[in-house]
């Protein structure tokens, strides 16, 4: 066997590689060593730098977990727990605090707890239905891309280590944390909501699995007009957002890597979370910095396969058709990020290729220039002929602060394929017009004139949109159909 070089034998080249120069210029300044060892004020330096770089991967990564805390607390304040569903019975509108909700289906809702044992949740039919966990992963779809293929069906959830008797005639998902949030989509009927409220009110029931021989009667509330929020903290508040979660739920429902993150800035279950006056002031900058992080990712993403088209601003709210954020055996943290900013619920119906089932989203924050939008400009979208769905399509315009339906003059900002004052143009394509005022002048649009196809916009605000297709057809997925760009009017 060779015998190991010594030190003396090793090269020069070798040695400054591996060592540390007595000082070394970074963006956190000079760093100051004796032979490797880092001197008193160093190390102070680089802990405050460790922490800030832990709290804002805190944010980045725990942002699904505060998300669904403030869903289901908007929930709960709102008396939907318990077997009481809210439902929004003249649809939702910008009133309510909701990240990027539509104003096209009827929601409904309701929070699961499964702290004191099994619930059965009866699903009516023709509905989109998604249950998540604590940390907005997936459990189950229920509906026209669950199990009951949208027949309707009884569904029983099961808490975290259940191991009691599971009886049949259910369709059984176990949820590896006690909170989970429900949510249905209904829906219209030539415009018209009335069915899918009856629908639902009429199929739709949630109760302990121990009253599943006499179920109660079910509780509705109309959530259509009411002022609430659902939408997480930027500011300190979020990590005690994220600790109540902690708290509430198994450790194990949290990979460890993500524990020791939490842990580190003072998030450990069972222990109190109270940061002292150094800590809370680096994880105060790191929320600033990790909010703006996400703002930019959404604002600008840096991945080409982000977007739908080449040079195109569409953005897919789901890159890579992953429910998970699944890329190539990793997980595309900026796509999570993405997401998470600015919608919530997962699930494979709105991610994967499903033609005619489930739906499909595409936004954009910029013209066709590369723009930002804003409020005060006029633009027009182009939608050609032919819009590839089986259930309908829509449009609906965004506030960039909230992430929730833009509140302007108009009751609903958003325009579908159920308006009946909805004009076309000549060869079938439709053509939606963004601005603080209504559109004038010559029109090419066949009917009522430019007015209907209007979509309101707040002079000195900024706005963005997503495409919505219920029911996409292969045309969307082999993109031989496309939206055309937002195009700057003046």
Known sequence: ???????????????????????????????????????????????????????????????????????????????????????????????????????????????????????????????????NDSWFRYVADLGNAGPDRGKGGRFLFLPPGYKGDVPEGYYVFRSPTYG????????????????AVENIKKHARVYALAQAAIPPEPKFINTSGLAYNTIFASDFSFFEQVNQVVQNEPAESLDPEIGGLLAYIGIVKGKPFAPDVRMKRILEDAVAVGNATARAISAQPREPDYFYYPGSHWVSLFPGGSYEFLKDGYRDLDARTLFFLNAIFVTPAMSMKMVGVGSQYAGSMHDSQGSLLEGGKTYTLRLPPNIPVKDFWSVAVYDTQTRSLLETGQPFPSINSYRKDLAKTADGSIDIYFGPKAPSGPSTLLGTGKEGNWIETVAGKGWWTILRLYGPLEPWFDKTWRPREIELVK
Request: no cysteine; net charge negative.
């Open 1 to 131: 066997m060779k015998a190991m070089q010594t030190v003396e034998q090793v090269s020069p080249e070798t040695l400054k590689q591996i060592s540390t120069p007595d000082e070394v210029k970074t963006r956190l300044g000079t760093l100051k060593f004796f032979d490797g060892l880092p001197d008193k004020a160093t190390i102070e330096k680089l802990y405050d730098n460790l922490d800030f770089i832990r709290g804002v991967e805190v944010f980045l990564n725990l942002m699904p977990g505060a998300s669904m805390f403030t869903l289901r607390q908007g929930l709960r304040d709102g008396g939907l727990v318990g077997g009481t569903i809210g439902i929004s019975e003249t649809l939702t509108d910008a009133k309510s605090l909701l990240l990027t909700a539509n104003t096209d289906t009827v929601y409904a809702a309701t929070d699961l707890d499964l702290k004191n044992g099994p619930l059965v949740v009866e699903s009516p039919p023709n509905v989109l239905g998604i249950v």
């Open 180 to 195: 989970n949030a429900l949510i249905w989509r209904g829906f219209l009927v030539d415009g018209d909501p009335k069915p």
